[in-house]
DNA sequence: GATGAATGAGGCTTCATTCAT
DNA sequence: AATGAATGAAGCCTCATTCAT
């Protein structure tokens, strides 16, 4: 009985995960939605009955894998109240994932200001992935622990350091277990932001 | 006959302008050659007398305008051995050219990490461009002015922040007057880079 | 128990109707065997379990509207041998069910000239219906009546004046009960074929 | 010099050409734009370069069919007064016209009520064909030549009655020439009108 | 150099139909 | 009988590119 579910789940899924890999390696218009079926082994007409459109999976892609990340981040995590060290963490934590997870890391770093993807679809992933960041910012500045410097710029920098980080982490994957890299990744972030 | 060479001239120009604005706002593949030619009030033949290929704009482009970009870095620019104050002046540099040209800074963040953009012409242009960064942190590290992190990932650290403070202006060139954002911007990327 | 029965009948008629409704308002070609499905509130399978084509729905359909109407057209009618009287008697008929029922109406009106209806049941539907009809103008020649033309001059010319008259009456429903226009639209007719 | 005009208007009279025969021998749905195509002798993408979408087709189609029609009922045409005569002209040149271009009347007669031809289309043919039939009808009521009925049912009366009457020569092009059928025609629609 | 009609491969998507449950 | 996921053939249309003028 759970056979069928299984099935359903199964290719949905693993039309989403072929897309992943294709999407990466060709880019999307270089990716047909036959190809995307082929290596998913399912029939066109498959692909067509689970996405409505080609952009479609694109979109739910995004989410999903904006979702993943997210889930990522929040599992096991306790704010301790120390901002640098939970600072440190979370920065930590988003190493962990990107290394563990390239192609996803990759799809995001190609996709996140393409125009490939809908606008609609990439903002609210983005402000609500950012949500937490924002906070922490704020509570930070507020304890005069973080600059007192514009909060949007704040931001912007952060978000920039961070697919810094990942980029190179992502592309230099047998670093990732070097410990004065890692430190020196969240240093640099660190420097950057707190009040001196 | 100069009125000739100004016509040809104004052709490609126009060509390339066309497809900027084009690519900016619809994506390089939303984009047809036909679109291009349209905009730029020539017909597709001439087009493809000036590129070879639509994949050849796009190359060109994107050279021309890295092009743009290092002769305004370069203009006008003597260091002056202060490595702190060398830096400050490129980083305003950049942001008044990020300001200035919107569209060209757009299609930099948009495309600069697309596939859509041959690799080989990527790279060539990344390096090139990059070539007088490395230089400087190196420099700055042997002084001790520049904190001794791994130099790759320093130079990945400031193409990253590089990136988020144009992103920034751009998104609010509203704010490229204001001294307040245009020092927190250039402080931010500074106290990441410096020895501490 | 009854209720099994009642439900497949149910069923079935559900789709005539749904597809009634969707080939006369989008068209046979534009309406797509799940939206059928879907108006009548089943599984597409469903569908192929009472028609074994698309094709099939529509053979049917146009074959059980024919009946209809031939049902309508022989109920509570004997013929009294005065021919103008026999036919303005049949003539009002079709008015009435016409209007009774729209869009069969519409649905004869804009399938029966059709490519899309398979030949052999239209014509088999149209010469069934059409012989009584010979049977009265041959009568009404032989009593020096109906005017002396050719037969089928007066056959295809009686089906003209009968698709006007349906179209006339289905387009302004309000004017059925409008004598002057149901005399009027008779008179017509019968002017027509009568021996002057 | 000419040849090129020659050779553009050739192709796009082809495409209709090859879509005339089609439409009207398969359907509209069942003929697809590769087989225009290739029956026209031109590729897929010419036909595109010509109109924008099959149904654009189909509605060039209609409206050219209806223009040469119109044409031809104008032309060489002078109306006495003496509205009996000039219907009868009239009449027998649109039998003339259905004979020598079957069809095209074939194709009339299949799509006038199809919803394979945009409603727009369809509607405005419709109003610029009859309406000189209109100025007729209302001349011979105003002169007590026609009968006093409803001048919408005249309309739809006339305009039926001329269906019949080329589906029946259209059927039997070998009894165009003949003229007891040709006159018989003309009367029973001429009865069917005039004030008796 | 400039033009734009012509090309045809290939992409996205639809849809009638099947079949395992 | 009923369901709806799965299928894959086929259709419409787009578009980069060519070439004769």
Not at 63 to 86: C, R
Not at 137 to 160: D, R, T, V, W, Y
Not at 170 to 195: C, I, V, Y
């Amino acid at each position: 009985m759970s056979s069928k579910t299984t099935t359903t789940t199964d290719k949905k899924q693993a039309i989403l995960d072929s897309a992943l890999l294709l999407f990466v390696s060709k880019g999307f218009n270089a990716t047909s939605t036959a190809s995307i079926a082929k290596a998913a082994g399912v029939a066109t007409g498959t692909l067509f009955h689970h996405f409505s459109t080609k952009n479609d999976i694109m979109s739910q892609l995004f989410l999903s894998i904006k979702q993943e990340f997210a889930n990522n981040m929040v599992s096991n995590t306790q704010l301790s109240g120390d901002i640098e060290k939970d600072a440190n963490n979370l920065w930590q934590k988003a190493i962990d994932w990107a290394i563990a997870q390239p192609l996803k890391q990759l799809f995001f770093l190609q996709y996140s200001m393409s125009a490939d993807i809908d606008v609609a679809v990439r903002k609210q992933a983005m402000t609500s992935i950012l949500g937490f960041v924002v906070e922490l910012i704020e509570q930070g500045k507020q304890q005069g622990i973080i600059a007192n410097f514009p909060s949007e710029l704040l931001l912007e920098n952060c978000h920039g350091q961070y697919l810094a980080a990942i980029r190179f982490f992502t592309d230099n994957p047998q670093l990732g277990s070097d410990e004065q890299h890692r430190s020196a990744s969240f240093k640099l972030f660190w420097h950057a932001m707190k009040a001196q």
